[in-house]
T-cell receptor, first 116, second 117 residues
């Protein structure tokens, strides 16, 4: 299995631009998670989906952030407009889903976002 | 809500020595997992070891072992025979186990481990 795939691995953009981060979960996994990692706040859960449905988006910082999961094999995290304080590493993770060991999450390599 | 506390921001150990990283947590959940993740400079989050709360036996994975004290809500990681490749940030994480739905990980703030010659 290829593991969780994220693209791009690095993104540099200017303030005000739209940024789209992409994630392909492990095949067969029903749950998908978006995390943000910064020096100041550590690892934070932004949103997670179960069977393509958003379950908890309480970690999404503000309306500039949106996430979608149109199908079981693809999710996007969009920031519009981007700001310098959005600079961070964004991780996507997936798990089989509910129940016991099935909740274990596998992480993608992350996308390092820099907003100038 | 759960909280995970790692009180050691940085630690250093000499190669081949043993080091213990501390983690405490607070929860009202009765069924959960605990994890230690390693994050090397490559940024990849690598699962090191897991512990099911209902198991009394401490988990072991090669040179990595945990000391799980459920009553004290403590979950420390011991690295034996430390290697230069163990240099990384280590995160303790808590995962409640809910029937029928996915649950979310809560991470500690991390401990930066430096292995020296």
């Amino acid at each position: 299995d290829a593991g969780v795939i994220q693209s791009p691995r690095h993104e540099v953009t200017e303030m005000g631009q739209e940024v789209t981060l992409r994630c392909k979960p492990i095949s067969g996994h029903n749950s998908l998670f978006w995390y943000r990692q910064t020096m100041m706040r550590g690892l934070e859960l932004l949103i997670y989906f179960n069977n393509n449905v958003p379950i908890d988006d309480s970690g999404m910082p503000e309306d500039r952030f949106s996430a979608k999961m149109p199908n079981a094999s693809f999710s996007t995290l969009k920031i519009q407009p981007s700001e310098p304080r959005d600079s961070a590493v964004y991780f996507c993770a997936s798990s089989l889903g509910a129940g016991g060991r099935r909740n274990e999450q596998f992480f993608g390599p992350g996308t390092r976002l820099t907003v100038l | 809500a759960q909280t995970v506390t790692q009180s050691q921001p940085e630690m250093s150990v000499q190669e081949a020595e043993t080091v213990t990283l501390s983690c405490t947590y607070d929860t009202s959940e009765s069924n959960y997992y605990l994890f230690w993740y390693k994050q090397p400079p490559s940024r990849q989050m690598i699962l090191v070891i897991r512990q099911e709360a209902y198991k009394q036996q401490n988990a072991t994975e090669n040179r990595f072992s945990v000391n799980f004290q459920k009553a004290a809500k403590s979950f420390s990681l011991k690295i034996s025979d430390s290697q230069l490749g163990d240099t990384a940030m280590y995160f303790c994480a808590f995962l409640p186990l809910w029937d029928g739905t996915a649950s979310k990980l809560t991470f500690g703030t991390g401990t930066r481990l430096q292995v020296t010659l």
